[in-house]
């Protein structure tokens, strides 16, 4: 009797901790995938501008990817699963999608997406970091970022059998790796020093990371990025 009593007491517990858990990978996805939507549709469409000088240090891939691999790590972080940035990836995927759909336009960058996603979430699974902005977080950005890149060079040869694949290993997998690699160190460094700033003035960041993953606040990411993608398709 004591037995059951016990499985019966530790039972809702568990499924409310279950319930939870659930909850928060659901809007941490939304939150963050929405995030990455916004970001793709309005830093992307800026850097195909026609005013805008095409150059590595603003090409979509040195910029765009580093700002995916961050809100991916921070969307792992906060749910500790590896899955949500796959699920993550799937949502940004499908919002772009909806818009190639309506436009007309080509699905690569859904497929980009997609890869980025599969990259750098393998790339979390392996190293694992404890902290987003950490060298273990930069180590997990390159293995993804290596990854990501040089999938696209295969992918490139399969639709293209003719185009020179050394010389796009060495553009993307290298060239631009390396810039989007600078660009992430450099980039963490200060927020790392604003972090350590913050800590050591002990400023409370509890009221705004309640706003921020308010489950309203992360569908309204979501539903953003929706109609920006199709705005600004």
Not at 74 to 102: D, E, N, P, Q
Not at 145 to 170: F, G, R, W
Not at 188 to 206: R, T
Request: proline share 3%; aromatic share 12%; with cysteine.
């Amino acid at each position: 009797m004591s037995n059951c009593y016990t499985i019966q007491a530790l039972g809702v517990p568990i499924m409310k901790l279950n319930k939870s858990k659930v909850l928060n990978t659901i809007f941490s996805v939304l939150l963050f995938g929405g995030l990455w939507g916004i970001f793709e549709a309005t830093v992307g469409t800026l850097l195909h501008m026609t005013f805008v000088t095409r150059s590595i240090f603003l090409a979509s891939t040195t910029i765009l990817v580093p700002i995916a691999a961050f809100l991916m790590g921070a969307c792992y972080k906060r749910t500790g699963s590896f899955r949500s940035v796959y699920y993550m990836g799937l949502l940004a995927a499908s919002i772009k999608a909806i818009s190639c759909v309506i436009s007309g336009l080509s699905f690569n960058p859904v497929w980009c997406m997609l890869l980025e996603a599969l990259s750098f979430g393998s790339a979390l699974l392996v190293i694992r970091p404890k902290n987003v902005i950490s060298l273990s977080g930069l180590g997990t950005f390159v293995l993804g970022s290596t990854v990501y890149l040089m999938s696209n060079v295969v992918l490139k040869v399969v639709n293209n059998p003719n185009i020179d694949v050394l010389a796009n290993v060495q553009k993307y997998v290298f060239t631009y790796n390396m810039v989007a690699t600078l660009y992430t160190f450099a980039t963490g460094a200060i927020l790392y020093g604003l972090i350590k700033f913050a800590q050591a003035k002990s400023f409370n960041f509890s009221k705004i990371k309640k706003v921020i993953y308010n489950p309203a606040f992360a569908s309204s990411m979501a539903a953003i990025a929706l109609v920006l993608t199709i705005v600004l398709k």
